[in-house]
Each structure stands twice: as C-alpha cells, then as structure tokens.
C-alpha cells in the first residue's frame, strides 16, 4: 500500500510595488499543505478541507481540484483514484496568494504521488489555471514564486515566459496581514483601465532601476525604486491606516513598502533581517493600537517554491 | 601658447523600445566636434558653426554654448575667454539626439580645455540644461549616453538618478535616417497623455525581461522583449514605411527594431554586426526604393561616450 505523500506550497506577495501583474516573490511560511493518496475508486476527490471554511470540495469548483485534474487529464491520468486532503494554512483574501498556493499544491501534489511525471516548472500552467478560476484572470505572479520559488518576472501572463531573478543576500521581508476584509475582484475594479503617461515613465524608470538594484545588490537603489506611483495611490483606500504603516516601515529602515497583491497585506522589504523584524513590529503596532488583529510575517525570500514535506 | 583642443561626442538612440524617456545607448558615429582654446576677451564665444545651417552663434541660444556657459558658471569661471568651433557632423531633427551631442560636445570641450575641473560624470546636469533650450523638457536619455557612453538607464530624470547597464558581447546597432522632416515637439505632442493600464502591464513586461535580458546576455529574451506597445503605435505613423522597414529588419534576424528617439530615424539592435548589416542593407533599400535619400550607421555600443580626440 502506498503510503501517500504531503506536499507545501508558500504564501506570495504579488506586484512587488513597481511590477504590477509581473511581479512576484515566495515566502518561507505561511502556506497551504495537501496530503495526497491513492484510492481504489476512479477520479480524483477531495476528502477534507481544514482550514478553508466554505471552501468547496467539489474537483472542479476547488482551485487545487480544478488544477489538478487539468494536469492529470494532460497526462492521460484523468481516472487516476487519488484522495486529496486539504490543508490550508494561511487566510484567504488577505493578499498574499492564498488561492496560488492552494492551486500550486494541487498540482505538486499529483506530480509527486505519480514520481514525477513532469518537472516542477512544467506544472505552471495548470496551477494557473486552477488560480484563474478564484481569480477570474490569467496571470502568475502569485503562482510562478509559489511553484518555483524565489523572485520571479512574468515577462508575458498570456505566454507564461517566467523568470527567475537574482535576489541580493541579505533581503528580507515582512508581511503584516490586518482581519480586514477585501475582494480581489474589488480591489481590482477599483482601478482605473488608464495611467497617465508620465506615470508611466515614473513607474518604468522604477521598475527598471528595481531589476537593476536586484542584479547589483544595491540596496539604496532598490529604496529608491521601490515607490509605485500607480497602483498603490488608487488602492492605498481599500487599507484604513496604510499611510502609516508604510511611514512607520519606512522610519525602521525598510527599503520600501506597498500593497501585497490586492491587499489588504502590506510588505515590506529590507535589507536585512533585524530591520524587517523591526519594521513588522512598528508596523503590526499601528493596526493593534487601533484594535485590529493582525498577523505578522518575517521571511527570507524562499528560494524553493513548492516542496514536497 | 595654449595649443587648443577638441573633442567629440557622440550620436545616441534614445527610448530604446521599452524605455520611454528613460533609456538610452551611444553610437560609435555620427557625432559632434567642438574645437576650443583661450582667447584674450573675456567670455564665451562661438566663432564658427560648419555643418549646422541655420543654428545660432548666440551662446545663450546655442545648446553647446548655453550648457558650457553653465558650466562655467558653477565653476566659477564665467569670464574665461574661451571661443568655439562647432563642427556638427551630424543630422539634426534626425532622432540621433544631434542637440544633445552638441550639449555634451560643449561641457566636455571647457572641462578638457580647463584641465578637467570635473569628473566627465558630473558635467551631466549642465549637459541637460543644454538640451533642454532646444528640446524644451529636462530629460537624460540621449545626454547620458552621449556623455558617459554605453547602455544607460535614468531611472529618475530630475534628480539625474543614471545607471550604466551591463551590454551583452556582440550585440550590435543599426539606424537608419531616411531624410524626412520631423520636428521632436511633433512628435511629442502626437503622443496621448494617458497609457491603458493593460498596455502599461505589458510594456512593464518588456522592459524589465529587457533588463534581464541585457544582464543574462539573454538575446533570445532581448528579442522578446523588444516590443513597444505605447509610443511606437503612436509614432508609427509620421514615419513612412516604417512598417516595411521594421519587417526588413526582423526577417534579417534583428532582436527588435522600433523608433530612434522622436524620429524619423529608425534602430535596430542584432545579435552580432554581419545580421546589423544586412538588416541595416534591407532596411534602407524600403527607403532608397522610394527615392528618400537615407543615411546607414552601424555600430557597436559606444562604451566611452564624449572624449578628447
């Protein structure tokens, strides 16, 4: 009898501040873990899902399901009996790729009870598609970091032309995440369909001066870039008190913060772990002292993605 | 006797595709002379310009003389009798970034007259306020290049904020300056103050796996990623068979071929200097068919940017 397996697949913080829709990275914890094990019955089921209050068991309604099956059905295992138990560990709805993850762990889930059938990276584009039906739109910068780890550019969502990208030694960072409630689909028409040119040319110079800061591991350079002058002004409203906690990152010494995906999470990046710790203590303060619980998050840029336990 | 010196500056392609305003490369040729030496009247005077019908002697209106006038200035040195002798070896109104060459051509000839008083990096802002009088808005994207040569990046045009980009091996430059009038606040003012955010997303792609690309000595990706999708749709059409002549460069092999600056000139970046021939060879044919006269430079990129000759 085959013992089955477990695998995890890491939280991320999506836009990174200057690359909207195209940029990624994965943290240490927290997580989504699914154990995974085969079943005489034909098809893939879902047994249990702890964690993910009103989450659906049903295959193709569940983001790790959905994902899943793609990838089973691709490799000509559709009627393979597998058993899936869920176990999310992390909020959903928080910004921190909640979804990515659960969709990412579906598919490492399979890859690994089937030894392998293909690589890591290959499973992109069925965690995306199981990530597209929480999120109604194709893209992978919460599931790329999650999948394979580290810092990535999604050059192209449509194309899935992912990239990994060299991350300074030394960065860390930290996420608070306040119980305030967001949709992505909210936080997502909250934006306007239009920027204004020299935002544009603002955020380019950003964005490329990022690139450039990661490469270097130039620290005063990814500070001064890390300023998102398009994305963070419009949706800086959805988060009561973000102003300051961006100041209060900031005075600690943090490179820069923003937004976490769609919110309401907010990152921060620094140089090295004590500042991060620093900032994410003055940072949970401000919605503490407001009576607003929130959960802290210090990690290193995980550089593995999805691993099996 | 104080024999005099002279110095040159070169031609730049600003925008580079992706980099809006915040990107540029120096060319080996064409460029701009400027011949300087002490005279006994005080003050800066422009004896000569060959090559420039129609530019002014005026100091003041003169983006070599109002940038070197500049220059003087900060260095306290105002009176210095100090007279010039332009040589514009260039096309101007061409997208070569000819103003910006004389304005480089001007620091560099009083610094190198002066026995260097500056660091060639640091007559950058004088060099800029120099274009500024032709080009109207304050911006180093052609000026950066031209001076301290290479790849380069102003991740922040006011505050000069300019980085030099690693330039893979071999990576060659084609333009072609088909002889077709276009005025840079034209093509200025054709462009629409706003971008669509899906068009920013994309461009942002382009531009950071462009950076990543450069660092890598990535080609295939440098190729990808070439790829305007906001200033070239827009510019496109004051530049005739600008279509044909972008389709010629890219069935040679070309990594991406799009607008030198405002135009009208046309670049192309190639993997080695035999496909920037050739692309450069079919490039100009779509030109010389139609009876424009047209102007062909090849070149590597220029790593010295402005020098003492």
Chains 1, 2 share one sequence.
Not at 69 to 80: K, M, T, V, W
Not at 81 to 110: D, N, T
Not at 196 to 212: E, P, R, T, V, W
Request: glycine content about 10%; aromatic content about 6%; hydrophobic content about 45%.
């Amino acid at each position: 009898m085959h013992p089955g397996i477990k695998v995890f697949a890491p939280a991320s913080v999506a836009n990174i501040a200057v690359g909207y829709d195209i940029l990624g990275f994965a943290l240490d914890k927290p997580g989504d873990e699914i154990l995974a094990k085969f079943k005489d019955r034909k098809g893939l089921v879902i047994k249990t899902i702890t964690g993910g209050k009103g989450l659906p068991l049903e295959v193709e309604k569940n983001t790790a399901g959905f994902a899943a099956q793609r990838f089973l059905e691709h490799i000509g295992e559709a009627d393979r009996g597998i058993e899936f138990e869920i176990r999310k560990k992390m909020p959903f709805g928080s910004g921190l790729g909640s979804s990515a993850a659960s969709a990412v762990a579906g598919v490492m889930a399979v890859n690994e009870l089937l030894d392998c059938p293909l690589e890591k990276r290959d499973l992109l584009p069925f965690a995306v598609q199981g990530e597209q039906i929480a999120d109604g739109s194709y893209h992978a910068d919460n599931v790329a970091p999650s999948l394979i780890g580290g810092m990535v550019l999604i050059r192209d969502n449509p194309s899935l032309d992912v990239h990994r990208l060299n991350v300074p030694k030394g960065l860390y960072a930290t996420v608070v995440y306040p119980k305030i409630k967001i949709l992505t689909r909210d936080s997502r028409a909250i934006l306007s369909d239009q920027v204004l040119l020299k935002d544009h040319i603002k955020q380019s110079g950003n964005l490329a001066a990022f690139m450039l800061g990661l490469f270097n591991s130039d620290f005063a350079l990814i500070g001064r870039a890390l300023q998102d002058v398009i994305i963070e002004p419009q949706r800086r409203k959805l988060i009561p008190y973000f102003d300051e906690v961006q100041e209060a990152a900031l005075k600690c010494g943090a490179l820069g913060c923003s937004i976490s995906g769609a919110g309401p999470s907010i990152f921060a990046l620094s140089a090295n772990s004590l500042i991060a710790e620093e900032a994410g203590n003055a940072m949970k303060k401000v919605f503490t002292d407001r009576k607003i619980r929130t959960k802290l998050f210090l990690s290193g840029i995980n550089q593995e993605g999805a691993i099996k336990c």
